[in-house]
């Protein structure tokens, strides 16, 4: 078996970093966050509680409202938050001023209160103080426990009202973990690090999580011995394996894929001379057809948004590199040229854009090929591999993986490269997910 192919095909953390790379062209994307937009987001205005029993710190929930607020606008990617000590204190219009000279250009003012059914009341106002008076308002409500999922759909709503576009406070990173020395399990976070939640627990090698557009998870377990593909046929339904049913081969499957419908699922089926090849199964009708047929390594499917055509890895000209074909499995064509070896594809949300690893010098680091240029940009640069690169539903950031603190943890990065952040701090995560569904 090739020597790669045992880390494709079992979603290992790390690819393999033998063999030596020739040089190639390396161009700097041009930072998306250039021309941020400067935001006073001052503490929240706590209205007095009412009466209640039990007693309830008001000033602490306003705290961390404000603090989950603030935090999800700096990772946001439009908002640049001011914390500047001078500072005007008040949010009345006769403040507005000193906030403008601050460089202040949008003020958020919130209020926190609470309705006569005792819920939480977030009160928004979006003010320019350039101009002196507000343009935009809005009222969040939901219990105590709701109020990360407060404070995170204040902060998309102010992405979309000042830059038109989604923000990704509400969404969440699905991963892998390990768990024990043989069982990993996957995970859900929110993208700032708080509220992991197991969502997996079968003891056993569970990995190469996909996320369909409804929320639906699937992925590849050993739970059985053998790698099958497990999952949800329908939205807030049990898991249930998924491939292979019937009298369908046992052989080696891996790296599901949902296709953007969420009626098909790309995977990847080995066979014992080593070799694998692309398989698109039919959910509803439990049909199973075989994409690519040729004596080497097909790997690491991935969808573009119209689900007609699929990015993945292949070494059929000798070394692992991106192709592109046809959802039928026909028009197959190489989309990178440099680099001896380039792996894990991920289709950006938009479709104009495809996210990779390429190694040189013994490491990876990530690129993204712009479609319409038909060039290929480099993100990262270090000492350390990153690897498993996946796109932010507002394409403004990826997740991957990466050793550069010790151990395998998630951080995400702008298309710079410029602001990398660590998402938490577990280690032995792998394979992250970013999906906007619940």
């Known amino acids: 078996m090739r020597p790669w192919l045992s880390a494709l095909l079992l979603a290992a953390c790390l690819l393999p970093l033998d063999g030596q790379d020739r040089p190639r062209t390396e161009v700097e994307l041009a930072a998306k966050s250039a021309g941020k937009l400067v935001a006073a987001v001052p503490p929240p205005q706590v209205e007095p509680p009412p009466a209640r029993q039990p007693a309830v710190d008001e000033a602490a929930v306003g705290r961390d409202f404000h603090e989950v607020l603030v935090r999800d606008l700096d990772l946001s990617g439009p908002f640049a938050v001011l914390r500047s000590a001078k500072s005007p204190k008040a949010t009345d219009p006769a403040s507005y001023k ?230 039928d499995g026909s028009n197959v064509r190489r989309l990178t040229t440099e680099g001896s070896y380039n792996a894990s594809p991920a289709w950006s949300p938009n479709g104009v854009m495809v996210s990779y690893v390429s190694r040189f010098e013994g490491k990876f680091d990530l690129f993204v090929f712009k479609l319409g240029e038909g060039k290929a940009y480099q993100i990262t640069t270090g000492l350390v591999s990153s690897e498993s690169p996946a796109w932010s539903p507002d394409e403004r950031k990826l997740v991957f993986v990466s050793t550069r603190n010790g151990g395998m943890q998630l951080f995400t990065t702008d298309l710079s490269g410029s602001q990398i952040k660590k998402v938490m701090e577990s280690t032995g995560c792998q394979s992250p997910r970013w999906t906007r569904s619940r």
């Open 98 to 327: 000193a906030w403008a000279d601050t460089g202040t250009e949008w003020l958020i003012a919130t209020r926190v209160s609470r309705t006569a059914g005792d819920q939480l009341m977030v009160s928004l106002q979006v003010v320019d103080p350039r101009a002196g008076k507000p343009i935009h308002s809005k009222n969040f409500s939901g219990q105590d426990s709701a109020l990360r999922r407060i404070a995170h759909a204040v902060a998309d709503d102010l992405v979309a009202r000042l830059t038109g576009e989604r923000g990704v406070a509400s969404s969440r990173i699905v991963f892998v973990k390990q768990v024990s020395r043989e069982v990993k399990e996957i995970f859900q976070v929110d993208p700032d690090g708080v509220g992991q939640i197991q969502l997996t627990r079968h003891g056993s090698l569970t990995m190469s999580p996909t996320v369909a557009q409804d929320g639906r998870l699937a992925y590849i377990t050993y739970k059985g011995g053998a790698p099958e593909i497990w999952g949800q046929k329908r939205s807030g339904t049990p898991h249930v394996k998924l491939y292979p049913v019937g009298t369908q081969p046992l052989g080696q499957c891996s790296a599901p894929a949902w296709s953007p419908d969420g009626k098909r699922l790309a995977f990847v089926q080995s066979d014992r001379r080593g070799n694998s090849d692309i398989m698109v199964l039919d959910l509803e009708g439990g049909r199973v057809r075989r994409l690519t047929d040729s004596n080497c390594i097909n790997t690491e499917p991935s969808w573009n948004p119209a689900g007609t055509q699929i990015a993945f890895t292949s070494d059929r000209e000798g070394t692992p590199q991106i192709y592109l074909m046809e959802d």
